[in-house]
Each structure stands twice: as structure tokens, then as C-alpha cells.
T-cell receptor
Framework: SQQGEEDPQALSIQEGENATMNCSYK?????LQWYRQNSGRGLVHLIL?????REKHSGRLRVTLDTSKKSSSLLITASRAADTASYFC??????????FGQGTELSVKP | EADIYQTPRYLVIGTGKKITLECSQT?????MYWYQQDPGMELHLIHY???????EKGDLSSESTVSRIRTEHFPLTLESARPSHTSQYLC?????????????FGAGTRLSVL
């Protein structure tokens, strides 16, 4: 089965609100990454957090990692309609491959 | 935008046809990957390559085959397409010599087999 599980599966918010997505995984990891996918397109890398880091920021993105709980969260602050997309977490367990979660579909209404 | 290109973007074909999905990258990456993704669903790794003349099957069994004769090119072939092959196929690449393993994706090929 896939390593990552994400919740919620879908999230609908208003512009300006914050969006939080969660990801859980099963095995030890080297790093955890978040990707964004616009409808019908490929994935775009957003942010990476290493296993020895607890929090990372990039613009309006904030990622946390709790290796004891094997979980991560992605927070998008002050969301915009253009943030509407699917968001995937992916774990790198040093095997050279990434294992993707099921994704959270975010809808930001203007 | 990543320098990785997939063609065609959309393909509608009849059952039994042979097809090749093209993937090329200009970043000099050694590692390349093929994923299959149904709408709104997770990505499943079907093939990967860590360099020229190196190919491996992924976690999801697939009737497709791949080749890696040149670093920049990683085509996927279906000898006889079936309706069950209808899906989106995503190609990605990543650099070696780094611990980050960030993958760069093409825009995908949406395949529909009638």
C-alpha cells in the first residue's frame, strides 16, 4: 500500500483563509516533500523538509514534521483563488524513489 | 517551469494499437520515472531508470515497457493498448549527487483507449 495518507481528501475555503493539509506515513524517511498539481497537469515541487527538521517556511507555505508521529502538515496562509489545486505529500526513504500520498484537493473560492 | 517534455499531451486510440509516449528532459538528470495517475487519485510508479541502459519496474504492475538509450530520453511503449490502459501518464526526472531527490514533472499524457 502507499506510504502516505493525506487528510482531508478535499477542502473548500474562502479567499484569505488559511488551509491546512495533513500527511501521515509509515516508515522512516530521509525527507518529506510537498507537491502541487493543477488540474490535468504535472506536479510541481513546493517545499522539502528533512527528517532532522521540525518546521520550514517558504513564502506563504509552512511545513511541519513530527517524526515521532510520522506525520507532516502543510499550511497555506492567506489563500488565493490561484491556490486551487491538488496537494500531495511524498516521502523519500533513501530508496531513490518517492512515495506519494493520495492528495488533498483544495478549492479556494473568491 | 521544468525542462521536461511529454508528447503527445492527449491521445485517443483504438484497442489493439501500439503506442509510444515520449518523455525528454534537458536537465542532464540521470534518474527518470513514469507514473500512472487516474483522475483525482494518487500517483503509482510503473517504471524508473537510474541511467542509460538501466530500467526497473515500479511498484504498480504495468503491461508497458520502457527504454533508456540516451540520458535525456525515456519513452514508454504499449504494444497493444486496451481500455484498462486509459489514464494519465506522468514522466519525471531527478538529479543524482544530491540527497534531496526532488522530482521534476512533465505536463503528462492523457491516454484514452476506446
Amino acid at each position: 500500500s502507499q506510504q502516505g495518507e493525506e487528510d482531508p481528501q478535499a477542502l473548500s475555503i474562502q479567499e484569505g483563509e488559511n488551509a491546512t493539509m495533513n500527511c501521515s506515513y509509515k516508515t522512516s524517511i530521509n525527507n518529506l516533500q510537498w507537491y502541487r498539481q493543477n488540474s490535468g497537469r504535472g506536479l510541481v515541487h513546493l517545499i522539502l523538509i528533512r527528517s532532522n527538521e521540525r518546521e520550514k517556511h517558504s513564502g506563504r507555505l509552512r511545513v511541519t514534521l513530527d517524526t515521532s508521529k510520522k506525520s507532516s502538515s502543510l499550511l497555506i496562509t492567506a489563500s488565493r483563488a490561484a491556490d486551487t489545486a491538488s496537494y500531495f505529500c511524498a516521502t523519500d526513504n533513501q530508496g531513490g524513489k518517492l512515495i506519494f500520498g493520495q492528495g488533498t484537493e483544495l478549492s479556494v473560492k473568491p | 517551469e521544468a525542462d521536461i517534455y511529454q508528447t503527445p499531451r492527449y491521445l485517443v486510440i483504438g484497442t489493439g494499437k501500439k503506442i509510444t509516449l515520449e518523455c525528454s528532459q534537458t536537465m542532464g538528470h540521470d534518474k527518470m520515472y513514469w507514473y500512472q495517475q487516474d483522475p483525482g487519485m494518487e500517483l503509482h510508479l510503473i517504471h524508473y531508470s537510474y541511467g542509460v541502459n538501466s530500467t526497473e519496474k515500479g511498484d504498480l504492475s504495468s503491461e508497458s515497457t520502457v527504454s533508456r538509450i540516451r540520458t535525456e530520453h525515456f519513452p514508454l511503449t504499449l504494444e497493444s493498448a486496451r481500455p484498462s490502459h486509459t489514464s494519465q501518464y506522468l514522466c519525471a526526472s531527478s538529479a543524482t549527487g544530491t540527497t534531496k531527490n526532488i522530482q521534476y514533472f512533465g505536463a503528462g499524457t492523457r491516454l484514452s483507449v476506446l
